[in-house]
């Protein structure tokens, strides 16, 4: 196999590692460069790969997604195999049954993983977008872009004190706490539910809510507060806002920076928001294929 073959084929299997443990929709995985690979070659190799990065991976089996994604996701494998290939591959079918016998959870996880050196991110969540009467145990898309994008400017918040206004499942957070080092970061949502899951997730990846950390001086003060985002008063350098809608939020007259995102559900309240903010009119993401 050509060097540019064998590097081709690797970026392919890190692409469908960090995108399934994030668990996007299935649709934003790389189907057509797989569906290529495939035609090119008569190895079924490459799917055992695949099994192995994906569902089979470990931290997939600690920390397993849904049924029903992982369900889907086996399920659309299967037929990119069938599609070019004769003879059946056993062990997607064993992984099929494997995972049709699993018991469903009310939670899941899904794991953030920034390109190397950068420490990945591991969530639980609810499987249900609706739940305790709030949205916010379920992360929402809104955040993993904000995420992706302070992964990719962690000038932003190096050194700075931020705060989130609906912290949700903290993907925002956790990926700027682990990989962005503010000075202090501040966790708030008015749901104690959403808080009570977001200190698990803290834990679990590792960081402390403890008030001072002075054994790492390389950890941010993180604190978490329950309080509604329409009357916060701010007085951080950055605030987040991932979906949801702000207060005016001034220190002395002088705003901080404001990052938000979100779902464009109604193009009149995007336009809206959008005239008022002084920016041409937003325009919709990129659909999935």
């Not at 960090?18 to 190895?43: G, H, I, M, N, Y």
């Not at 899941?108 to 993983?113: D, W, Y």
């Not at 008015?190 to 834990?203: A, R, T, Y």
Request: charged share 20%; proline share 7%; net charge negative.
């Amino acid at each position: 196999m050509a060097p540019e073959e064998n590097t081709g084929i690797e970026l392919l299997l890190q692409s469908f590692e960090r995108r399934f443990l994030a668990v996007p929709t299935l649709c934003s995985l790389p189907w057509q460069s797989l569906e290529a690979k495939l035609r090119d070659s008569s190895d079924s190799e490459l799917l055992r790969d695949i099994l192995q990065k994906t569902v089979k991976h470990p931290v997939c089996v600690k920390h397993p997604p849904s049924v029903k994604y992982a369900w889907c996701f086996l399920s659309e494998l299967i037929k990119k195999h069938e599609a070019v290939h004769m003879e059946p591959l056993d062990e997607l079918y064993e992984a099929l049954v494997e995972t049709l016998m699993a018991k469903e959870s009310t939670q899941g996880h899904r794991k953030g993983h920034p390109p190397p050196p950068h420490s990945s991110v591991t969530l639980s969540e609810n499987m249900a977008i609706i739940s305790h009467g709030t949205t916010g145990l379920v992360t929402w898309d809104a955040a993993l872009y904000v995420a992706e994008w302070a992964i990719e400017n962690p000038a932003a918040f190096t050194h700075r004190s931020v705060l989130e206004l609906g912290s949700g499942t903290g993907l925002t957070d956790l990926a700027i706490c682990k990989i962005c080092h503010p000075r202090a970061y501040i966790f708030r949502d008015c749901h104690s539910p959403v808080l009570e899951q977001l200190q698990g997730n803290v834990l679990l990846n590792g960081l402390s809510l403890e008030a001072d950390i002075n054994a790492n001086l390389h950890s941010p003060r993180l604190t978490m507060a329950q309080l509604d985002w329409d009357v916060v008063t701010v007085h951080q350098h950055v605030v987040i806002a991932a979906g949801n809608r702000l207060a005016a939020c001034r220190e002395h007259q002088r705003a901080p920076e404001v990052y938000v995102a979100f779902a464009v559900r109604n193009r009149e309240t995007c336009q809206l928001f959008t005239t008022e903010l002084g920016e041409p009119p937003c325009s919709p993401g990129p659909a999935c294929p």
